[in-house]
């Protein structure tokens, strides 16, 4: 078994502040995913990242910046924080390769508010 | 690109009684598969079924899903609901690549 790590469990932020979110897995999966969880908006891909060193959009990467400089850790940075912005962040993990069914792994989560 | 539509954001049921989450999806890829997740309350999401054969009945934990390529369907259903069913749940869809598109989400309420 393995685990995803999200650090930090709770954040709160300024407007306009840079902020960054950590995950750490030791599944050795390849490819490590972020996601945004909003109520009635189900989740949201931002950044996805097949192996070490790649990057690659999801749906919502504007306002977004991602880093895989390790297989095992994906950080993501939010470069201007939304006043009163309120949101749940989820790093996920999979084996890559023949994607097919493989499942995805997620971390606890990361929530998010800005003052 | 890819679409998941979960029509119901909230469903209450009844301790005993059948439940259905419905799931319908758009997309242009011939090769998919289909994901439910599951994730209960301060949880992580968890996988809970996943398919990619059209028309085979998929099982676990109680409930099932069957792949409907002909109707763009994979709705979830269990004939007897449980207390512990309740949690937020979550259709996705894959197409070839590593990308997975979730739907809205479904918060399952199971009352006494």
């Known amino acids: 078994g393995g685990i995803i790590t999200q650090t930090p469990k709770f954040l709160i932020g300024q407007e306009g502040q840079k902020l960054t979110l950590k995950c750490q897995q030791n599944?050795?999966?390849?490819?490590m995913y972020w996601y945004r969880q909003d109520s009635g908006k189900g989740l949201r891909l931002i950044y996805y990242s097949i192996t070490e060193n790649d990057l690659q959009k999801g749906d919502l990467s504007e306002g977004y910046d991602a880093s895989r400089e390790k297989k095992s850790s994906f950080s993501l940075t939010v470069t201007s924080a939304q006043k009163n912005e309120m949101a749940v962040f989820l790093c996920?993990?999979?084996?890559?390769?023949?994607?097919?069914?493989?499942?995805?792994?997620f971390g606890a989560g990361t929530r998010l508010s800005v003052l | 690109g890819d679409s998941v539509t979960q029509t119901e954001g909230l469903v209450t049921v009844t301790e005993g009684l059948p439940v259905k989450l419905n799931c319908t999806y758009q997309?242009?890829?011939?090769?998919?598969?289909f994901f439910w997740y599951v994730q209960y309350l301060n949880e992580a999401p968890q996988v809970l079924l996943k398919s990619s054969t059209d028309n085979k009945r998929t099982e676990h934990q109680g409930f099932h899903a069957t792949l409907h390529k002909s109707s763009s369907s994979f709705h979830l259903q269990k004939s007897s609901a449980q207390l512990s069913d309740s949690a937020l749940y979550y259709c996705a869809l894959r197409n070839a690549g590593a990308k997975l598109t979730f739907g809205g989400g479904t918060r399952l309420t199971v009352r006494p």
């Open positions: 599944f050795n999966h390849d490819t």
């Open positions: 997309t242009t890829y011939l090769t998919i598969a």
């Open positions: 996920a993990s999979s084996i890559g390769g023949d994607w097919g069914q493989n499942t995805l792994y």
